[in-house]
């Protein structure tokens, strides 16, 4: 057995020894190098731009492996080409859906309407940018969860970039009792944005009075702030605002609920028998329903 092997091996092996380094010396030689080129670019490439380098470079260089491959092996390259054709078609009637994302990909990756890092909102998800693909981006959400997105949902759906910008506005609906000085609020307000570090001076909090709400005078109060400190900011405003509003007396209003039988009746007492365990309720007629109805002649 050893023999037949040697004989074939001596009659094939200017085929096998240039087929053999391809495969063995050649692609991973490949890997690094295309490793080795996404280092070498620039901070003035984003990281999508890297990696549209490098895997071209790679999808390149393995499909001159494969050429060679053939190549050596003595395949002809029109007979394998009008196979390839065929082929071609049936896949790509079998792989429509594989095709519309790739396409739908390099679009991404021309218009970057997002970057690995960002914070967005796609197809009814939220997270920050994992990885961005030909067929699909990937996201992280804030439990840590991978989450994968064709990139076909992403062009034909709405898209929100959060942290494009450096800098963001917090949008907060403050209500307050109608008893109160609308300008005492508002200047309330301002000062509780000068106070806060993560409030940012320019531009200047917006403070708009919204109108008559149907339990409260409902403003917007909007500071703008940089994109980082969304959590402080957050946390430390609502704290503060309720604060300042305690020092001053205003009063923030909540739903009030009052059984009211009418104006035709009196209110309905109500006596407590025991707390722990039930109520009794007591209904009375108002006195001008209490008046005894005329009798009749017959009676």
Known sequence: MFDHILTWYQANKETILPVAALLVIGVPLLKFASFLLKKSLNRNFSEQ????????????????????????????FTTLLGA???????????????LSNLISGIFLIWEQPFQIGDLIKA????????????LSIQLRTFDNQLIRIPNESIIKNPLVNITRFP????????????????????????SVADDNPYCLEQPEPVIIFKGFGESALELLFAPWFAKQDFILLRNSI?????????????????????????????????TIVNPETAFETRITKPD????????SEGE
């Open 238 to 270: 609502l704290k503060e605002i309720k604060n300042k509003f305690d020092e001053e007396n205003i009063e923030i209003p909540f739903p009030h609920r009052t059984v009211y039988s009418g104006t035709a009746t009196a209110p309905f007492p109500i």
């Open 123 to 134: 197809d009814q998800q939220q997270g920050v940018v994992h990885s961005i693909g030909l």
């Open 49 to 76: 731009k890297k990696m549209i380098f490098s895997k071209g470079f790679l999808y390149l260089g393995n499909g001159l492996i494969v050429v060679l491959v053939f190549h050596f092996l003595g395949f002809k």
């Open 84 to 98: 390839a054709g065929v082929m071609g078609i049936a896949i790509g009637f079998a792989a429509q859906t594989s």
């Open 167 to 190: 800098i963001r506005r917090m949008d907060l609906n403050i209500g307050v009792a109608y008893k109160e000085d609308i300008q005492k609020v508002m200047d309330i307000l301002k």
């Open 288 to 295: 001008s329903t209490s008046e005894s109805r005329p009798r």
